[in-house]
């Protein structure tokens, strides 16, 4: 027996049209006009912007982390043309409103946020983390910045405790101060190609001679001059765009806690940053 036409496929199964030819292309050319409009839209709508890459330098107070900081920032404004935005934040909801439009964020912290990690880890970003012997970092903040000792221990045993949570992961690079990375030129080269931006050596000399402590100083009386700390400057005003304050520079000595602080100051001061000392070696004598 014969059938009519439409024509069907196996009657155990649903029942289902073929298509004639005449509705396969017309099918097809439906989609190659859709797949024109959708081209020409991708043509004309502009490119999507990668986020902004963060460089995370964080650290102990009297570390040597603005000295970084302001390192980043000089190879990024010397060797790449986006925007690149500096501040300090220790938490990501404290960015300056407008950062997102930047390609780079260098951020300056000493107590450093989950979440800020987090969000530099997420962009690709590097994290930096400059380290000293608290003793020493107590007492460069009452000699620089006149801090009584219980407030100079304060704030040095809250940033230890935050830094020993977050300086176990690999993704760390950690400077210590008593390796006078701060001295060194190499440590410019070491850091650009870090954040991978190439700094030819004359480069590198030009940033490192910009930071010696005789040329921060003469930027300092500059800024004081201008009247960017005011008129009555107090330690604890900085310039917002290097965060040099008006007694930044300490004379760098290590071990003078020795000096400077009482046995009973210096025992408290273990006390309070114990985990810190045993992370980083100093509860053990260290060479001069």
Known sequence: MLFAEPVWV????????LPSRCSFESSNQALRNAMKVRSRRATGAPAKKPPAKIILCAGLKSS??????NVVIRLLKETRSGK??????????????????????????????????????????QIFLTVREPRDSVVSL????????????????????????????????????????????????????????????????KIFKALTPDAVKRKIRNLKTQGVFGA???????????????????????GKYAEF?????????????RDYCKRFGYLRARKR
């Open 10 to 17: 196996l009657a155990a199964v649903p029942a289902v049209r």
């Open 142 to 205: 009452m000699q620089r910045f006149s801090f009584p000792f219980e407030a100079a221990l304060k704030d040095v045993a809250e940033e230890a405790a935050r830094i020993v949570d977050f300086s176990r992961a690999q993704d760390v690079i950690l400077l210590r101060y008593e390796d006078r990375f701060h001295e060194e030129q190499k440590t410019i080269a070491m850091v650009a190609a870090l954040i991978g931006v190439r700094a030819p050596k004359a480069l590198q000399q």
């Open 261 to 273: 602080l009482s046995a009973a100051q210096q025992d408290e001061v273990i006390a309070q940053t």
């Open 232 to 254: 009555a400057p107090k330690p604890e005003y900085f310039d917002p765009a290097t965060h040099w304050h008006p007694g930044h520079v300490g004379d760098g000595r290590m």
């Open 84 to 125: 690149t935005a500096a501040f300090y934040a220790d938490e990501v909801a404290l960015f300056p409103k407008g950062t997102e439009q930047a390609h780079f964020l260098v951020v300056k912290s000493h107590v450093p946020s989950e979440p800020l990690l987090f969000v530099t880890r997420l962009t690709r970003g």
């Open 64 to 69: 040597g982390s603005t000295w970084l900081y």
